[in-house]
Antibody, heavy 126, light 108 residues
């Protein structure tokens, strides 16, 4: 069974940092682009960041404007794990953070996210 | 940034009725890179449609979608109780890979 399991969420003060992890199982993790998507309380979905699959020396990353320069996505294929480093956190970063896999193996582009984790909650407040 | 505008914001319908959702993009989106998701309260989203019109694995054929350019549509032919949820479109044409704001389908 394909699974994604997020961890690392918690309560942090504005300006603080957190590192989210997403452990993948049941599929060939290295072959898939991966994403982080967040959802603030009572709000819609917001795409946060993506990282390409494939070779370690040919990694492509993308970010939403709202997190560019503050968040860093990375992956460790040997451990089937996706990360999101959250720095300079703001109140508006409070959300459930989901990791999600694109449906296409070994593809350059993404087409839709077909495997999702259950989410980890980040709360930023003083 | 490509802005996706979904309409209506809320649809109030009865089981058995047809539901139609619109997703309009602020600039052209290749149909290959338009997806639709369903989300129920307390759950992660579920991929319904990719490539503008292709059902994802396990999605019943009462769900269909179409569109090109800047206008895309998701249709549920006959609503079942399990379909009352929020529906989002998303584009992967150009980063950032934005979502629409969602359409909620509730029971009339």
């Amino acid at each position: 069974e394909m699974q994604l399991l997020e961890s690392g969420g918690g309560f942090v003060q504005p300006g603080g940092s957190l590192r989210l992890s997403c452990a993948a199982s049941g599929f060939t993790f290295r072959a898939y682009a991966m994403n982080w998507v967040r959802q603030a309380p009572g709000k819609g979905l917001e795409w946060v960041s993506a990282i390409s699959g494939g070779a370690d020396n040919d990694r492509n990353t993308n970010y939403a404007e709202s997190v560019k320069g503050r968040f860093t996505i990375s992956r460790e294929n040997s451990k089937n794990t996706l990360f999101l480093q959250l720095d300079s956190l703001r109140d508006e970063d409070t959300a459930v953070y989901y990791c999600a896999r694109d449906r296409c193996s070994s593809c350059y582009y993404q087409y839709g996210m077909d495997v999702w984790g259950q989410g980890t909650t980040v709360t930023v407040s003083s | 940034e490509i802005v996706l505008t979904q309409s209506p914001g809320t649809l109030s319908l009865s089981p058995g009725e047809r539901a139609t959702f619109s997703c309009r993009a602020s600039q052209r989106v290749s149909g290959s890179y338009l997806a639709w998701y369903q989300q129920k309260p307390g759950q992660a989203p579920r991929l319904l449609i990719f490539g503008a019109s292709n059902r994802a694995d396990g999605i019943p054929d009462r769900f269909s979608a179409s569109g090109s350019g800047t206008d895309f549509t998701l249709t549920i032919s006959r609503l079942e109780l399990e379909d009352f949820a929020v529906y989002y479109c998303q584009q992967f044409d150009t980063s950032p890979y934005t979502f629409g704001q969602g359409t909620k389908v509730d029971i009339k």
